[in-house]
């Protein structure tokens, strides 16, 4: 597509379900991933898929919080019985490639999630 | 010490005026450079990237000093729509294996 689409665009639920984040990212972007920007605050890194390597998972949250990217293009996260912390934007964004290289990254326009 | 740091704001500022940015990093080993531009309740956007010769695009100039770990935004006549939060960005070639390593942003109002 012609960018990266996140959907749902808002998520409202209640603490203790689960919830899935859906990105499809630019196409040939072969780097994605996941941040999250609570309210008044600084993006924070959560996972990222570079081709068919492993991903870094590094900053994930915690164990509630898992990621998977099938056949190399769309994600999804998932965040497993909601706390209301986990409240926030949930951006995803692509690049062409990941290290050694000098391009920023494209970013969708987030799902806002609610936990109430 | 934190990875990214800036002055989160607000800087208010006068159409026409030149307003500047200021941004240290922590790791030496940071290679790439970007700032990003974010308007309220939207996505980042990349703005532009910073080349250690220091780059320019129209009105806006970046400038790097990696002996001082300083990346610096240089807006010169500013629009009413430069209004917006300015994100510092570092690729971190630590402990995060290369991602963008963002700053919690400054803060621009540009008033008529």
């Known amino acids: 597509g012609a960018g990266v689409s996140q959907s749902p665009s808002n998520k409202v639920t209640e603490k203790g379900k689960d919830v899935e984040l859906r990105c499809d990212p630019i196409s040939g972007h072969t780097a994605l991933y996941w941040y999250r920007q609570s309210l008044g605050q600084g993006l924070e890194f959560l996972i990222y898929f570079q081709g068919n390597s492993a991903p870094d998972k590094s900053g994930l949250p915690s164990d509630r919080f898992s990621a998977e990217r099938t056949g190399g293009s769309v994600s999804t996260l998932t965040i497993q019985r909601t706390q209301q912390e986990d409240s926030a934007v949930y951006l995803c964004a692509s690049s062409l490639a990941h290290r050694g290289n000098n391009y920023g990254y494209t970013f969708g326009s987030g799902t806002r999630l609610t936990v109430v | 010490r934190k990875e990214v740091e800036q002055d989160p704001g607000p800087f208010n500022v006068p159409e026409g005026a030149t307003v500047a940015f200021n941004c240290t990093y922590s790791?030496?080993?940071?290679?790439?450079f970007f700032w990003y531009r974010q308007d309220c309740r939207k996505e980042p956007k990349l703005l532009m990237s910073?080349?250690?010769s220091g780059n320019e695009d129209g009105r806006f100039t970046a400038q790097l000093n990696r002996a001082s770990q300083y990346i610096s935004l240089l807006i010169r006549d500013s629009k009413l729509s430069d209004s917006a939060t300015y994100l510092c960005v570092v690729r971190d070639y630590g402990g995060s294996q290369g991602n963008l390593i963002f700053g919690k942003g400054t803060k621009l109002s540009v008033k008529p």
């Open positions: 790791n030496s080993a940071s290679q790439s």
């Open positions: 910073v080349y250690s």
